[in-house]
Antibody
């Protein structure tokens, strides 16, 4: 059974840092692309970042570029999101999601974790 | 960036109704369009990918259509468990944007 379990959320002051983790199991982690998606309280879904299966290709949403860093450790079956210079508008539930691609542009998120809440407030 | 716009933002319907939700992309995305369902406090669930392909295990009352810039998600006969929020997402570009969501409520 595919499982994605996020951790590392919590309360942080504006300007602070936090590192989220996503532990994967039930599939060959090193073969899959991974993503972070967030959802502010009462709001819609916002794609945050993407990392290829090898870690060689990375993309970020404009809203987090330069502040967030996605990474993965295939030996540990883990995905990470280092979040620096946090702002109130970064407050959200952060989900990790497995990406599946079926052609050069065709991708979807087929498994999601339960999410971890990040609150940025003084 | 490609912008995704869903309509309506909210919708009231009854069990047994046929419901259609629309998603429009700001530029052509071919058929690279996914639909997700999200219930309160839960992670999103993939329903449809590649505009019209039903994800394994999803009931056949869900269907998707469209290409280019205009897409629809149709639920042929609403069931009580279908009341949720629905999101479209494009995968054409590297920045995989979602629509703002459509909340489907019980009338």
């Amino acid at each position: 059974e595919v499982q994605l379990v996020e951790s590392g959320g919590g309360l942080v002051q504006p300007g602070g840092s936090l590192r989220l983790s996503c532990a994967a199991s039930g599939f060959t982690f090193s073969s899959y692309e991974m993503n972070w998606v967030r959802q502010a309280p009462g709001k819609g879904l916002e794609w945050v970042s993407y990392i290829s299966s090898s870690g060689s290709t990375i993309y970020y949403a404009d809203s987090v570029k330069g502040r967030f860093t996605i990474s993965r450790d295939n030996a540990k079956n883990s995905l990470y999101l280092q979040m620096n210079s946090l702002r109130a508008e970064d407050t959200a539930v952060y989900y990790c999601a497995r990406g599946y691609y079926y052609d050069s542009s065709g991708r979807y998120f087929d498994y999601w974790g339960q999410g971890t809440l990040v609150t940025v407030s003084s | 960036d490609i912008q995704m716009t869903q309509s309506p933002s909210s919708l009231s319907a009854s069990v047994g109704d046929r419901v259609t939700i629309t998603c429009r992309a700001s530029q052509s995305i071919s058929s690279y369009l996914n639909w997700y369902q999200q219930k309160p406090g839960k992670a999103p669930k993939l329903l449809i990918y590649a505009a019209s392909s039903l994800q394994s295990g999803v009931p056949s009352r869900f269907s998707g259509s469209g290409s280019g810039t205009d897409f629809t998600l149709t639920i042929s006969s609403l069931q009580p468990e279908d009341f949720a929020t629905y999101y479209c997402q494009q995968s054409y570009s590297t920045l995989k944007t979602f629509g703002q969501g459509t909340k489907l409520e019980i009338k």
